[in-house]
């Protein structure tokens, strides 16, 4: 049974800075890998898909990568701005339409 | 501007009175989800149409109902809201464009439907 786990499940940095959230997997038979963006009460905001047969997907700012083989995928965030601040979530496609996904990460951008 | 469109944005009902949600798209997708997230925790799917096709989750309950009239509309029925079906609901949208066998575009979601049992 694939299960998704992000960590860390909070994050607080200053304005300005890089930085990575993580997302593993343990079933690495996976179809794709997608990146999510939830600000409060609010819907998701889909940010970077990547098949299975990429490597990474880039976006502005963002930066995601996939390693099946380690059941790893990172979300790299450059130049951290107070916008970026949001809970970020990560999904896996094992299947055909169902989405398994982490708990997310809540991130804190201080000015 | 293409989107997800999900109405009301909050929905108020008592306890044990049935309860319609309303999802709309102007993407042309043809696969439709509905999700239910309570706080802090994850999305869990529901159900999903494929085309018309009815898709339901195993663990979802039999409370919970869906209709598809057409390529654009997806309801949510709640037949009988219990305390524990407070959550915010999330419709979403993708292009199925690998026959079914998972080469799917990304999921489009909407702005959500709080729902509130008193």
């Known amino acids: 049974k694939q299960e998704v786990t992000q960590i860390p499940a909070a994050l607080s940095v200053p304005e300005g800075e890089n930085l990575v959230l993580n997302c593993s997997f343990t079933?690495?038979?996976?179809?794709?890998l997608q990146w999510f963006r939830q600000d409060p009460g609010k819907g998701l905001t889909s940010l970077l898909l990547?098949?299975?047969s990429q490597r990474e997907q880039t976006s502005g700012r963002l930066n995601a990568s996939l390693d099946k083989s380690s059941g790893r995928s990172t979300l790299y965030i450059a130049a951290s701005q107070p916008g970026d601040s949001a809970t970020y979530l990560c999904?896996?496609?094992?299947?055909?339409?169902?989405?398994?996904w982490g708990a997310g990460t809540k991130l804190i951008i201080k000015p | 501007d293409a989107m997800v469109i999900q109405n009301p944005r909050y929905q108020v009902t008592q306890f044990g009175k049935p309860v319609t949600l309303s999802c709309s798209q102007t993407?042309?997708?043809?696969?439709m989800y509905w999700y239910q997230q309570k706080s802090s925790q994850a999305p869990k799917l529901l159900f999903h149409?494929?085309?018309?096709?009815?898709?339901n989750e195993a663990d979802t309950p039999d409370n919970f109902q869906s209709r598809r009239p057409n390529t654009s509309f997806c309801f949510l029925d709640i037949r009988s809201p219990g305390l524990g079906d407070a959550a915010m609901y999330l419709c979403?949208?993708?292009?199925?464009?690998?026959?079914?066998?998972?080469?799917?575009?990304?999921?489009?979601f909407g702005p959500g439907t709080r729902l509130l049992v008193l």
């Open positions: 979403a949208t993708s292009r199925d464009v690998g026959s079914g066998r998972g080469l799917q575009e990304t999921q489009y």
């Open positions: 993407l042309n997708h043809n696969v």
């Open positions: 999904a896996v496609r094992s299947s055909n339409y169902q989405l398994i």
């Open positions: 079933d690495s038979a996976i179809y794709n």
């Open positions: 990547i098949q299975s």
């Open positions: 149409y494929y085309d018309k096709d009815f898709n």
